[in-house]
């Protein structure tokens, strides 16, 4: 514990224990060893301020201390010790609220440190032993186990490496490494053992330039001006000229002294950091852990947000996002085959494909005789049949593609999509695209943050251009900046610092450098990315984006709050100066009328302690937003069904068109259909009574009707079939109608769920 901390907490308790001696030496029938109490619980106080406000104007600052000293002094020169020590206690207790604080949100945070390696495996003469991290040489040969980080930076030594580098660089799919390959230190082996080549000790590695540009990010940081120092640099003149106009006027010294007391700086003290640190405590109730009120005064006055991609704005990591099928095919049943085989892998994709089969509720098969080509894929059998699933590479070796492999490619390459082809006895039959996706919250916070007053939002990432620019347009994004390693992320800050208050949002560790520069450092902490956190002067503890736009509404009602408390506390004070300049006051008058000021003041900051945009009126119940929910995530697997029978129709033999299209009509009646009549009968009446604006119901019930008017032109064609002759335009209507329903539904739903988040309890 430093000497400033012990001599802060030292302060506190010595006002605290003069304070309360005092009060019982008066409830004794003692007020003379009352007056000595409470006179030496001030004098230590004046003592350490002084020496601090000595320090400050070397430094070249003036502020509210300077105020408080006044204060202090002039009350045990009048004789009213007692109102020395209440102005000895809030003050020495003031600085100490925010360092309880930022003590307490940085319980259990990680250090950036801790996640580096301190040993590596280093590979010499056939023999392996672990050595500190320190002694590797450049040139050498270390093995990175399974799921072990990279120590240092090299090359791949081994045939093959599968790296996680998305906590480096922001790209999301793991990346196949081959023999002769950079590796980053920091970097996840997300794959089998492998050897690596160290190209540059631990001193020089890629890990060790993001620590150090963290260090000396926060060490290089502009100090920061508190809230009350700004307006202490008015008042304080102020109170010294009435003080002075007071005794020159009337002659009396105790007139000025008068004024002093009357000036009693609580509102400037007290007044900010107790409605900052409401603030903070406020967003501790919403996973919002902000280090003190100082950061969650950086972040009422933010202008700009820029944000990470990976994991931040996306969830990070692969998702399935189709299955692309051969004609005829069935899209379940590939799906089956290729998780069932999957499951033998330990590769990070296979993990994703595994995962989204047993999510739709498929039944998978144990595989037998697997093999397993690194960076390629793996084959085995499954219920006799022999399966092979990886890399277009691996299956698809013929000059010509047929159309639906190149529809999947063509796919894939738009959604910038990683694609394993899936293949039964040495036959293609479908395609799994996987890639990273938005979050399903991501729309929401970043509508949040405009009605928050953020004029401007930036995304920048390690990722690749393509994929970049495919998200920042889903978000109507002011800019994106793609391919930026961590200092380049660090210099897109600076610039924007240049203009406007900047804050920076992430996740990983190539973001803790970012996250230490930008005025406001919020990181999204509830995967446990220890650097970001601990650079970052947010954390989100809960997997939720949109918590950025709540943090910073509660920030802007805090600052609002304390201003309200500076300003009416300096009105009121300024009133009972000039009324003590007059003679109205005497200073003891004059000092309980401030302390009621005070208390007023101290009372007003503390309403920041009550949540933001509190609503009056019935809401939705958690219940029932979950039982909402829950339908739409039913429905949006039928929505899938359709666009796999869409697709199906390309290829469709006129035998098998009328099946299709009969299917497809069946599932909008009995889901789409339904689901929209119960919503407009049952959920929208119960919006109607939570909603304050009951108009905007008028534009979704549009949309049912919409909808219903295609499900009744897709029942006429289904209709119709039996006497229609099967062409290529009756399928391109059929397709037509599938494909309006299937984009309409999923962009109500993804509306009617912005609704329930909103009024859900």
Known sequence: MSFDRVLRWALVAIAIAGLSAGIVARAAGRPDLADVAWALGTGPVIAGLAVSIVQDLLRGRVG??????????????????????????MYSGGNILEEIAVARAEHDLRSLVDRAPRQVHRKSSERIEDIPIEEVGIGEELLVHAGEIVPVDGVVASAFATIDESAVTGEPIPAEKTRGSAVLSGSLNAGETFQVTVTAPASESTYAGIVRMVTAAQTARAPFVRLADRYALIFLPVTLVISYVAWHISGDVTRSLAVLVAATPCPLILAAPVAFIAGVAQAARRGILVKGGRALEALARAHTVLFDKTGTLTVGGARLLSVEVAPGENPDEVLTLGASLEQASHHVLAKAVVAAALAQGLKLKPPEHVKETMGA??????????????????????????????RAIRRASWRSALIVFVAVDGRLVGALLLADE?????????????????????????????????????????AVLADRV???????????????????????????????????????????????????????????????????????????????SIFVGMGLSLATMVAASLGWLDPVPAAIVQEVIDVAVILNALRALNPPLVRSGPRLTAEQGLTLHHDHQALLEDLDRLRQIVDALDDAVPE????????????????????????????????TEVLRDRHGLAAMSRAHREILHLARLLARIAEDLPSEKIDRYLIRDAQRVIEAIETLVRMHTAQEEDIYEAVAA
């Open 438 to 478: 938005l979050r399903a919250d991501t729309p929401r916070a970043i509508r949040l943050l405009r009605d928050a007053g953020i004029a401007r939002m930036v995304m920048v990432t390690g990722d690749r251009a393509a994929a970049a620019q495919a998200v920042g347009a889903a978000l109507d994004l002011d």
């Open 486 to 564: 961590p200092s380049d992320k660090v210099e897109a800050v600076r610039s924007e610092q240049r203009l406007h208050p900047t804050i920076m949002v992430g996740d990983g560790i190539n973001d803790a450098p970012a996250l230490a520069v930008a005025d406001t450092g919020v990181a999204l902490g509830a995967r446990g990315a220890s650097a970001s956190s601990e650079a970052a002067d947010v954390v989100i503890l809960t997997d939720r984006l949109d918590r950025v736009g709540e943090a910073i509404v509660i920030a802007q009602r805090a600052r609002r709050i304390a201003l309200q």
């Open 64 to 89: 509210v201390d300077a105020i408080a000293l006044l204060s202090m002094s002039a009350a045990l020169a009048l004789g009213q010790p007692l109102a020395g020590a209440v102005v000895a206690l």
């Open 656 to 687: 098998s068109v009328a099946g299709l299209i009969g299917e497809a009509h069946r599932l909008v009646q009995s889901s789409v259909v339904m689901h929209e009549r119960e919503d407009e009968d049952s959920v929208y009446p119960k919006l």
């Open 377 to 406: 894929g793996l084959s085995g059998q499954i219920d006799g049949r022999r399966v092979i699933a990886g890399s277009p590479e691996m299956l698809v070796s013929r000059a010509e593609l047929s159309p639906w492999e190149l």
